[in-house]
């Protein structure tokens, strides 16, 4: 099948709960994404921080969102997403530095996944044992081949 498009790759995921600073925790804190802005709308019920992975081509924005009223819409705190996938470039590090850190995983540890590639998921819900968490988003870690540790690593 021809398309009038490619899909280049991940401009951006939002995610959005009742509060920022549980986002922020795991996504600015514990995964080391920057903060690049900050974009608040009445009209589209939303405070938003952007931050972004990558630079340049392979800058990727994941936006963090909360409502200004949990009481209005839209509700950009109650959309569902399903899992987000991040590569890693040493996922066995990955896992034992978050999980020393209080970041809960998912059942099954490191795996194969799908394509081949070693996966894990951080869990959705944190628990008191494990205090960070995916704030209702699953999370898939992803142990990024040579070739794109080569390409994106830089």
């Known amino acids: 099948m021809t398309r009038p498009f490619r899909v280049l790759g991940i401009q951006q995921i939002a995610i959005g709960g009742p509060s920022k600073e549980k986002l ?8 080391g994404l920057a903060v690049t802005g900050n974009f608040v709308s009445e009209r589209e019920n939303v405070d938003e921080d952007i931050c972004a992975i990558g630079q340049g081509a392979h800058k990727v924005e994941v936006d963090l969102m ?24 040493d996922l066995p590090k990955a896992v034992e ?17 799908a394509a081949g590639y070693d996966i894990c998921f951080l869990h959705p819900k944190a628990s008191e044992e494990f205090p960070i968490a995916g704030e209702g ?15 994106l690593g830089e």
């Open 66 to 89: 909360q409502p200004l009223d949990p009481e209005k819409k839209p509700a950009v705190h109650t959309t569902p997403l399903n899992h987000v996938g991040l590569w890693i470039d």
């Open 137 to 151: 988003v699953l999370i898939e870690l992803v142990q990024a081949p040579p070739e794109v540790i080569a390409a």
């Open 24 to 31: 922020r925790r795991l996504w600015v804190d514990m995964l």
């Open 97 to 113: 530095w978050l999980t020393a850190q209080g970041v809960r995983f998912a059942p099954g540890g490191i795996r194969k996944g």
